[in-house]
């Protein structure tokens, strides 16, 4: 505890910060007239949330949630998974490839992993459907109704793997009465995005929404000072083409049977952003590493890799990469979702199904030579079917259902290095393709009961049987060998089967009006996998195992009026198995290889404080901070063995989210909207090693958005993102022994002006 409350002077100050600064949970209405896109509040103004698979009032979920309204959701522009961490704090969300898998983690528990076919800890659903693979979570946002993040292991009501929480991406339904809206933006780096809706009644039972989005940046982030051939030249890299599109179809045949259909998809046909290169071998001593990395730092100015070439650039978006980084997606998504009403019990089923493809190009290296480039093709088909009955007494309300799915990954990474003698110098690798194909299985039941002891009592009983079974059949083959292992082609054809238990029990008591008090305990699990990347080892391909979070939680949530809403919340978490890379010594040669496997255990403890303050109906602020302490216990890598005491991997001890709204009203139909958010993280570790030489230092975020809105509907709004133009490292990869430390950096200030029309 003495590791976090040293910082209650900078949380007090972070606190007295809102009346300047202001997001907590974002679930406030704004204090102006309620526009079409604001949906998802009810009449007194507070969003209504479906986390736990009923509509509720957020203040009445004994648990931590954020819940982003439509409006938020458009003016704040969040049109990834990865700018959700500007609102929500003890979340942090990395992509560990410019532009694609994005990594949450929510309170220190996340996904320490690029494979695409290893499982989130945190579950991100989409419309009640679960994304199987992190190459599914790098689409685009259109068109939504709300976006819920809950925090801690879903071990009941959600199915699998959420030992961190729990991502609810909801899109706007059909609604019964005419509707459409159109916005167009256009920002710096030449970037066009327009968006639409209609929205249909057809006759008295029937609604059909149409939505589509489109991304155009015609350049591109990075900037290079080689051709594609290598020869001088400016050339832009991370263009994008996107277009999105939606469909759906509401039917009430009777007063109690609802159909609801979506089919929706995405092409994308764009280019991957580059990392920074950075040195860390001695000038003209390949193999040697240079002082600075010795002492767990980058020194461009004096350390090379193995041919010599030294970063001289110090801005991250300036290098010396060639080659065409394409990123190209092509994605369908079908769901159809029954309620039917009978005799007081609601039944409810749920049928997805996704089927993805992609190819992207990795320059790894980050050199002009093609050192580590890799191109991916994957292929991700998943299906899912829920079925679900409720029933709500003054006694129990319960939900109860079965869960299954299925999913294969499929796909091959090669190495494109064209030269390589990198091998007379004695690299540990060597240049081949990794081919990959995984099929799973998961079936579940499941059962969550609210017990309610008079007016004031409420407790929580779930349980949640889950049986999975993981299919891995993949390897790598050498083109050019490995000088320590030979040729040594790696494969395996293997299966791995869990069965498990997870639930959760909690009470909430209401002592007054506008109070709540909770407390829960609660147990999530995620699967084990395999590693789908580039092996020259088979002990690399062994599958590691489940890992286990028992989780304690105690909260308050109160409101007053609507002038004030404080939530706080503390917990704790034992820790088991975490999955992370650690060394194994392979008993057939001797030789240590580094893999994705098992820490013995890590605890975890903290606290969520959230508050809202609307002095006035023209003013909101909204503010969060999280508190994190993790410690892992001791465990060995490649370079040797940590001690226990390591913090998790992208946990900031301390993060601060805040938003400050202010309307304006000019003359009778007009008003000015004032919008400021601003997100502080400090410094954190991206892996389990703590390695200082891929660490992130602390940093300040600031957004910007004004807004002339007319009530006929139409605005005009100027905005932008990352005011001070603040670089921060999202995600490293330390190949310091071959010579290459990359970055990936956070994007830079981007600004622009929008119009936009609701009816």
Not at 583 to 606: C, E, I, M, W
Not at 713 to 718: K, L, M, S
């Amino acid at each position: 505890m003495s590791r976090i409350f040293p910082r209650a002077r900078l949380c007090g100050g972070m606190i007295a910060g809102l009346a300047i600064a202001g997001p907590l949970s974002q679930a406030y209405a704004q204090a102006v007239p309620p526009t079409p896109a604001a949906s998802g509040s009810d009449g007194a103004g507070d969003i209504v949330v479906t986390a736990y698979k009923r509509e509720e009032r957020l203040q009445n979920v004994g648990a931590t949630i954020e819940a982003l309204s439509a409006e938020t959701l458009r003016t704040s522009r969040i049109a990834g998974i990865n700018d959700l961490s500007s609102y929500a704090p003890n979340v942090d969300i990395k992509e560990t490839v410019p532009g694609a898998l994005p990594t949450v983690t929510i309170r220190g528990i996340g996904l320490d992993d690029f494979s695409t076919v290893s499982s989130p800890a945190a579950g991100v659903y989409v419309d009640e459907i679960p994304l199987a693979s992190p190459g599914l979570m790098s689409g685009n946002l259109f068109d939504l109704q709300r976006i819920e993040v809950l925090k801690g292991p879903q071990g009941t009501l959600y199915g699998r793997n959420t030992t961190a929480g729990a991502i609810n991406i909801l899109s706007a339904p059909p609604e019964k009465t005419f509707g459409y809206a159109a916005r167009i933006s256009y920002g710096n780096y030449d970037t066009v995005d327009a968006d639409v809706m209609i929205n249909a009644p057809l006759g008295d039972r029937a609604q059909l929404r149409l939505s589509g989005k489109t991304v155009q940046q015609g350049t591109g982030y990075w900037t290079s000072s080689l051709l594609e051939n290598g020869t001088p030249g400016r050339r832009d890299i991370g263009s994008r083409n996107i277009w999105l599109g939606r469909a759906e179809l509401a039917l009430q045949p009777t007063d109690d049977l609802d159909l609801l259909f979506k089919v929706e998809g995405e092409r994308s046909r764009s280019e991957m952003g580059v990392p920074q290169f950075n040195g860390t071998f001695a000038a003209g001593m390949p193999f040697v590493l240079c002082p600075a990395v010795l002492a767990g730092h980058l020194d461009n100015g004096n350390c090379t890799d193995a041919y010599g070439y030294r970063q001289t650039r110090s801005d991250p978006y300036k290098g010396d990469w060639k080659r065409s980084f394409p990123y190209n997606i092509d994605q369908v998504n079908l769901l159809a979702k029954i309620r039917y009403r009978v005799g007081g019990f609601e039944l409810t089923s749920i049928t997805g199904y996704i089927d993805f493809k992609r190819l992207y190009h990795i320059d790894v290296d980050a050199t002009p030579l093609d050192q580590f480039d890799f191109i991916e093709n994957e292929k991700i088909r998943q299906f899912t079917q829920e079925l679900r009955v409720g029933r709500e007494t003054k006694l129990v309300d319960i939900i109860a259902g079965g869960f299954y799915s299925w999913d294969r990954v499929a796909g091959d990474n090669t190495n494109v290095t064209e030269q390589w003698p990198l091998v007379l110098f004695g690299a540990a690798s060597g240049a081949g393709t990794t081919t990959y194909n995984q099929v799973t299985r998961s079936a579940a039941l499941y059962a969550n009961a609210t017990w309610h002891f008079g007016p004031r009592v409420d407790l929580v009983t779930g349980l949640r049987y889950t049986s999975e079974k993981r299919h891995y059949v993949g390897g790598t083959t050498f083109d050019t060998p490995s000088p320590l292992f030979g040729i040594n082609d790696t494969f395996i054809d293997g299966t791995i089967r869990d069965h498990n238990l997870t639930g959760r029990v909690a009470l909430n008591f209401r002592p007054r009006e506008g109070v709540l008090l909770y407390a829960s305990a609660s147990r999530g699990r995620k699967s084990g996998g395999f590693f789908s990347g580039f092996t020259n080892n088979d002990a690399q391909l062994i599958p590691y195992r489940p890992e286990t979070l028992n989780a304690f939680e105690v909260g308050a949530k109160t409101q007053f009026s609507r002038l004030v809403t404080f939530n706080i919340a503390g917990f704790w978490y034992d820790y088991h198995d975490p999955q992370t890379y650690v060394r194994y010594v392979d008993p057939a040669t001797g030789l240590s290889v580094q893999k994705v496997g098992n820490v013995s255990h890590a605890r975890v403890f903290g606290s969520d404080i959230d508050m809202i303050l609307r002095p006035t109906e023209r003013w909101t602020l909204t503010g969060g901070i999280g508190l994190l302490d993790t410690r892992l216990a001791s465990f060995t890598t490649a370079a040797g063995t940590i001690p226990a005491g390591n913090r998790l991997p992208n946990a900031p001890t301390t993060s601060f989210t805040g938003r400050i709204r202010y309307d304006l009203p000019v003359g009778d139909a007009m008003r000015i909207s004032f919008q400021g958010e601003t997100r502080y993280s400090s410094s954190v570790f991206k892996d389990a090693a703590n390695d200082p030489l891929i660490a992130a230092g602390r940093y300040w975020l600031f957004n910007g958005r004004i807004a002339l809105t007319h009530h006929a509907g139409w605005e005009v709004a100027i905005w932008g993102r990352n005011l001070t133009d603040k670089r921060y490292e999202v995600q490293g990869t330390d190949l310091a022994t071959l010579g290459i430390v990359n970055k990936n950096y956070n994007a830079p200030r981007t600004f622009g002006v929008e119009l936009s029309w609701r009816h």
